[in-house]
């Protein structure tokens, strides 16, 4: 499909259900100056409990996002912020865009324009690769 992709290809090896963590690497754009001070804001949210609000089969309801995101790094660079972290793959899912979305909620003022994300590595729950 248009936007993936892939970088290896190889034989399942594992079950699905053994899959828990997941790399991902991100950019937030912003059309106004000042990544470094908006990187280092967003570290320190992230660095405490961070909830979000985000939408299940259930319904609407607050997320403990900080429970289920590790590893979280963020750098700035010219009209971007880098973002690294990992994140649950399942039980719960995190969709990586509710990072973003908590900037959105917890700090507007950090917000960014356009927010993307890759995909970038899979893990077991003991953080081994996972194939």
Not at 67 to 73: C, L, N, S
């Amino acid at each position: 499909p248009e936007g993936i992709v892939p970088l290896e290809a190889y034989p399942p090896e594992r079950k699905a259900k053994e899959l828990k963590w997941i790399r991902v690497d991100g950019v937030l754009e912003y059309d106004r100056a000042g990544t470094a001070a908006a990187a280092a804001a967003a570290a320190e949210l992230f660095s405490g409990n961070v909830t979000v609000m985000r939408r299940t089969k259930r319904g609407e309801g607050e997320f403990a996002l900080s429970d289920w995101v590790r590893d979280m790094e963020f750098s700035a660079g010219e009209g971007a912020v880098a973002v690294k972290a990992v994140i649950s793959a399942q039980e719960p899912t995190v969709n990586p865009e509710l990072l973003a979305a908590s900037l959105r909620e917890h700090a507007p003022e950090l917000a960014p324009d356009f927010a993307r994300f890759s995909r970038v590595e899979t893990y077991d729950a003991d953080m081994k690769i996972f194939r």
